[in-house]
C-alpha cells in the first residue's frame, strides 16, 4: 500500500474555487472517491459542484446539494459520477440501501461529511477545507492507496 501524501491548496475566491474542481476533473475517473470535509458553509458543495459541471462539460448545470436526497447521480458519457452529502444520514445501513458502498467500484463519487461513514473505502482522496483570512480557503488533500499521481500533479500545479 502506497503511503499518504499530504498536499496544501489555497483558494482566494469562487473562482479559483471553481478552477481547481475543473482542473481536478480532468483527472479524477471511475472507481475514485473524493471525501471533502470542513465546517459548514466553508465551500464543499461548491468544489463538488465545480467538478460536476466540468465533467458534464456544462458551466451552467444545475447541480443541487445532495443535503436531503443523500445523494444526485449524473452522467458524464460512460462515466457515472455520484455526489453525496452524509450530513443527515440516519445510520451506516442507509449507505447500503442507497447504493453507496457499490458505486464506489464503478463510479466518481464525491462525499461530503465523510465522517458519518465510520469505514470508508482504504482507496480514496480527502479533501479538508478550512476557512482563512480575507474569504480564503486552505484545502488540505491527502492521499490513501496507490493511483492518484495525475490528480497530485493537478493540485500541485494549482498549488
Not at 451506516?92 to 461530503?112: K, Q
Not at 465522517?115 to 482522496?125: C, D, F, G, M, V
Request: hydrophobic share 40%; glycine share 6%.
Amino acid at each position: 500500500m502506497n503511503a499518504a501524501t499530504d498536499l496544501t491548496v489555497t483558494s482566494t475566491s469562487d473562482e479559483t474555487t471553481d478552477q481547481l474542481g475543473r482542473r481536478m476533473s480532468s483527472a479524477l475517473v471511475a472507481g475514485d472517491l473524493v471525501t471533502l470535509s470542513g465546517p459548514l458553509g466553508v465551500g464543499k458543495s461548491h468544489l463538488s459542484r465545480a467538478i460536476i459541471r466540468a465533467m458534464l462539460c456544462d458551466p451552467l448545470a444545475q447541480v443541487p446539494s445532495p443535503s436531503y436526497t443523500l445523494v444526485n447521480v449524473y452522467q458524464a458519457g460512460k462515466l457515472e459520477i455520484w455526489h453525496a452529502d452524509l450530513y443527515r444520514l440516519g445510520d451506516a445501513s442507509e449507505l447500503t440501501e442507497i447504493g453507496l458502498e457499490d458505486a464506489v467500484d464503478h463510479a466518481l463519487v464525491l462525499i461530503e461529511w465523510p465522517e458519518r461513514w465510520a469505514n470508508l473505502p482504504t482507496r480514496r482522496l480527502d479533501l479538508t477545507l478550512t476557512f482563512e483570512p480575507n474569504d480564503a480557503r486552505s484545502i488540505k488533500a491527502r492521499t490513501h492507496g496507490g493511483g492518484w499521481d495525475e490528480v497530485l500533479h493537478v493540485l500541485r500545479a494549482s498549488a
